[in-house]
């Protein structure tokens, strides 16, 4: 009981701050942004994509994820420093420290505040590749593929999520963490996509889609995906860990 309101109090505290910032309008705005691609590209352009053959779905992911999943990113990104830029400036995180909340909670409270808004803007992409599908390729059927597949954006997303928070809050500057956080996402653009190892890299993980028909991803599920899945649930419980032994580091020091 203790700690389920301890885990409620930090998530009430992170949202109360963060109404002082451009976090949510951010994030609202990058979303409307990254929705808009596919809609713009199929009516710039509409016989570039209706006289190819496939899922209308892995048609628009194949075209326009790149790009979107690199706006859902650099939000990540620039979400965690606005989190922990209020944390550090002046010192309010030493002074947290001392109130009747657990460390760690507050690190969850953002956790899932972030990835509340991330399941949002992915809902708002959803729904312009839905629309998409209808408006153009006339497929009225594709609602469950196109939630399977955004689902598993979010699950790939969230490794790079809680890196950048961790980051975030191991750094005081948050141009320091802001620029770790963008030579990552650098990187991770240069990375070749068909290679598992190397795909593993947290910012490299976003990038990832699936896409299909809906009763062939139903009745086998690649073995990449489950591989894919099984990484990002580690890694993601691997930098939750980290946070709390560098929270008990630098109560120490």
Not at 93 to 102: A, E, G, N
């Amino acid at each position: 009981m203790t700690g389920s309101r301890h885990g409620k109090n930090g998530l009430y505290l992170e949202g109360k701050k963060l109404k002082r910032t451009g976090f949510y309008p951010a994030f609202l705005a990058g979303g409307l942004l990254s929705a808009a691609f596919p809609v713009i590209n199929l009516a710039v352009r509409p016989e570039s994509f209706l006289s190819l053959e496939g899922s209308p779905f892995h048609i628009l992911m194949q075209a326009n994820w790149q790009l979107m999943a690199m706006i859902n990113v650099l939000l990540v990104l620039t979400g965690a420093c606005i989190m922990y830029h209020t944390e550090h400036s002046g010192n309010a995180i030493l002074k947290m420290s001392s109130l009747p909340f657990r460390e760690g909670s507050l690190f969850l409270g953002k956790a899932l505040v972030m990835a509340s808004v991330c399941a949002v803007v992915l809902l708002i992409e959803a729904a312009s590749v839905l629309f998409c599908t209808i408006h153009w390729f006339g497929e009225e059927g594709m609602l469950p593929e196109v939630l399977i597949g955004f689902g598993f954006s979010f699950l790939m997303l969230l490794p790079a999520l809680l890196c950048s928070l961790l980051i975030a809050s191991v750094c005081k500057n948050m141009w320091v963490s802001l620029g770790i956080g963008v030579v990552c996402i650098f990187l991770a653009t240069m990375l070749p996509k068909d290679d598992f190892v190397l795909s593993l890299f947290p910012f490299a993980m976003p990038f990832q889609e699936i896409s299909g028909e809906i009763h062939k991803l139903l009745q086998q599920v690649p073995e990449t995906v489950w591989k894919l899945s099984a990484a990002a649930g580690a890694e993601s419980a691997l930098f939750i860990v980290l946070e709390f032994v560098f929270l008990k580091v630098r109560r120490w020091f």
